[in-house]
């Protein structure tokens, strides 16, 4: 499987004691963190992992806690990343400490491992990145280890979008391209919240942004696909981009921008033709919940995409049964 996904909950953790280690599979080695409550609060955790090949993110909501990261993942070819939506706390190494506050981003990353202690709730997204990617993009030359950046950042902001949009798609049948281009435009973004170098803004600025606009935006599409109304303006209103980029990025895919809204909406509607629970229901009142407001516009357009009718498309599932 070429990207993976787990969840660690409060029951995960063992009561033993608190240092004993919780061990979670990454694509390159084991996760190991040693989780205690905060002033004796009772410890509530849920954290959903996703795990690319190049990079790691996780939605967590946790009661105050702290967590020791091991020096065995603070790996020196690894940055990690905080998004903090809520709550908050701090981040220390030996040689520094960092306030981590909501609406924060912070870059920070260590070969000796690190703490973070979080006294209140918190709803955090945490990434790992590769370091290695990030320096083609960023210039590191300093060394600090922490960068602190806005998440109304542009580029931190769409970034929070594109992992929100992962979180939410269905990742099981993940081709090594997609997941390829998908390491290569999170580290785009990246690269730029952090201060991209010459090379990493001609990446972000040819591919990486683009991509991942494109990405948010057929995510919009497919939340409102039956409404009448969607359409490049409203693409437009809702990402805050001109109707003009809004269609270049479709046209780098050879759609216009109707033409990809229409097709996205005939192959909903074909699945849910072949669902048996909608066999009673009428082909107009299909038509009109896929955002067709005529049925004869929407039969002849089914037809041309499947070279059949919709009642042709029903009845056929109906006869394999």
């Known amino acids: ?16 004691t608190a240092e004993d280690m919780i061990a979670l599979w990454s694509s390159r080695h084991l996760y190991r963190l040693a989780i205690r409550p905060v002033d004796d609060a009772p410890l509530e955790l849920t ?8 990079f790691t993110f996780a939605f967590g909501d946790n009661s105050p806690i702290a967590v020791r990261v091991s020096a ?60 290695d990617a990030i320096r083609r993009r960023a210039d590191l030359a300093n060394g600090r280890p922490l960068r602190r950046v806005a998440l109304n950042h542009p580029a931190m902001a769409l970034l929070r979008n594109y992992v929100g949009t992962l979180q939410s798609s269905d990742l099981s049948h993940v081709t090594p391209a997609f997941a390829a281009a998908t390491s290569s435009h999170m580290h785009d973004l990246a690269g730029l919240a952090i201060g991209a170098n010459r090379d990493g803004v001609h990446s972000a600025q040819t591919t990486g942004v683009p991509a991942v606009r494109l990405a948010l935006a057929k995510e919009v599409v497919a939340r409102h696909l039956d409404n009448p109304k969607l359409n490049d303006d409203f693409l437009s209103r809702q990402m805050g981009l001109s109707r003009s ?10 759609y216009a921008v109707a033409t990809y809204i229409r097709r ?58």
Request: charged share 30%; no cysteine; proline share 4%.
């Open 264 to 321: 996205e909406r005939l192959l909903r509607a074909r699945r849910f033709l072949s669902d048996p629970a909608a066999a009673r229901i009428k082909i107009l009142d299909i038509a009109s919940l896929h955002g067709f407001d005529d049925v004869s516009t929407f039969n002849r357009a089914f037809r041309r995409l499947f070279d059949m009718s919709p009642s042709e498309a029903r009845d056929e599932v109906q006869g394999e049964d």
């Open 1 to 16: 499987m070429i990207v993976s996904r787990a969840r660690l909950t409060t029951s995960d953790i063992p009561e033993a």
């Open 47 to 54: 954290s959903d992992i996703t795990t690319f090949p190049d």
């Open 72 to 131: 065995e993942i603070g790996h020196e070819d690894d940055v990690y990343l905080s998004l903090v939506l809520t709550g908050g706390g701090e981040v220390s190494a030996r040689n520094w400490a960092n306030e981590n506050k909501p609406g924060d981003g912070l870059f920070h990353w260590s070969g000796e491992g690190f703490v973070v202690r979080q006294p209140q709730r918190s709803r955090i997204i945490n990434l790992r990145l590769s370091v």
């Open 245 to 254: 980029y809004i269609r270049k990025l479709f046209a780098g895919e050879g």
